[in-house]
């Protein structure tokens, strides 16, 4: 396996990675906490959340009652946040892939134990954190599993969904991390050809992907995860021509941002007014996202950074926890009054904006992220590289 030329102008491509990864946790996250008690209902003038196909007229009143076009635009995206956990799938497959065709090597050894140091140790803690504020602070009475359920990354069983809904994401990519390397090792042999003959037959989950919802997400997932491997494997075969051609390149990332936001106006917002029903492509937003935020973040004036990483990296410890507020304030009174009359909210434009207040928030917990990976995760990882090869000798009692 070789990596792209040194023309590939790597810096664009991991400038594009970070925004995406940001941009999508940001709605994510948003469109969680408008489900705080007080704080969606504070911008809707009292409106409900347009959970349901015939919640329509929540939808417009929603839309109508907001002063600023910013936020109409806004809840418009937001509203379909839950396609963004699709977004985040192709994302990772791009990500992998892109790191794995730049260094041009492959080490299972290394492979796992950044899986096992930047993945599951981070998914540990925040089970284990869910599982102590469910019991502890919510007064929740596990089942005789729940918590072995959790550990092992079982998040979509029904027993588990009640200490933190959003950790199912990581159960499926964590299947995915174990399929990667037979991809890898069908490139070696193969070449290109193996990535686009997976992305092809992957297809067939995507043609019937609805069906295969009511069992599992995986397959669909499995479909997202390989585009993005697909998406990086052409950028990195058309890296010359890219390096060559900078205005060309350049224009096809904007025509696809262009065609992205047309495509999406037309999926969130335009076939809902036509039929009347709050229903739209969660499979298909979630894949245009993917396409908007990474072809945008590349053309951003932005160099590669440190800053930039930090902050990208961040977004995984907001995805593990961010969660738990939502269940806390779910059950605790006192936090849906000091949620719904927040002080920060007084403050102009934080109390008019919906868009204001979530960046306000999002930002907030991004910092909270980048403080935990420099000094937990950092720390601990540390500890684990130095402990790695070093030899435990068990003495046998005489």
């Known amino acids: 396996m070789t990596g792209p030329g040194s023309s590939f102008i790597p810096a664009r491509m991991s400038v594009g990675i970070d925004i995406a990864r940001i941009c999508t946790m940001f709605l994510i996250v948003s469109g969680h906490y408008m489900q705080l008690p007080g704080f969606y209902s504070h911008f809707s003038g009292g409106v409900g959340y347009p959970f349901q196909p015939g919640d329509i007229s929540q939808f417009r009143d929603s839309l109508a009652n907001q002063a600023w076009g910013l936020d109409r635009l806004f809840l418009v995206v937001d509203f379909s946040y ?89 159960s499926i990519l964590f299947i995915l991390y174990l399929i990667y390397p037979f991809i890898v090792f069908l490139y070696a042999r193969l070449g290109p050809v193996a990535v686009f003959a997976i992305s092809t037959a992957s297809s067939y989950f995507f043609i019937h992907k609805h069906v295969l919802a009511t069992v599992t997400f995986l397959p669909t997932a499995f479909t997202f995860f390989i585009i993005g491997i697909a998406v990086a494997e052409l950028l990195c075969l058309a890296s010359d021509i890219l390096a060559r051609y900078k205005k060309t390149g350049a224009l096809i990332a904007l025509s696809t941002s262009v065609t992205c936001v047309y495509l999406l106006h037309s999926v969130l917002y335009a076939s809902i007014m ?35 990483r930090t902050l990208g990296a961040a977004t995984y410890p907001v995805y593990l926890f961010h969660y738990l507020l939502v269940r806390v304030c779910s059950v605790d009174p006192s936090l849906h009054e000091t ?58 009692r005489d």
């Open 339 to 396: 949620i719904s009359r927040a002080r920060f909210l007084a403050f102009w434009p934080l109390g008019e904006s919906i868009l204001a207040a979530s960046t306000a928030i999002f930002v907030l917990l991004l910092t909270l992220g980048v403080v935990y990976n420099r000094f937990v995760v950092a720390t601990l990882t540390a500890g684990m590289h130095a402990a790695l090869g070093r030899e435990i000798r068990v003495r046998r």
């Open 82 to 170: 839950w396609s963004l956990n699709f977004t985040f799938f192709a994302l990772s497959g791009l990500s992998l892939w892109f790191s794995t065709r730049k260094s041009g090597v492959f080490s299972l050894r290394d492979y796992f134990f950044k899986r096992f140091t930047g993945v599951y140790l981070g998914y540990f803690i925040a089970a284990l954190a869910a599982f102590l504020i469910a019991v502890t602070l919510l007064g929740h009475k596990p089942g005789e599993h729940d918590l072995n359920y959790l550990l092992l990354g079982v998040t979509r069983a029904r027993e588990t969904v009640f200490y933190n809904d959003t950790l199912w994401f990581m």
């Open 274 to 308: 036509a039929s009347n029903r709050y229903e739209y492509d969660t499979h298909a937003s979630g894949l245009l996202f993917f396409f908007l935020f990474l072809s945008g973040g590349m053309l951003l004036p932005l160099g590669q950074s440190k800053t930039l």
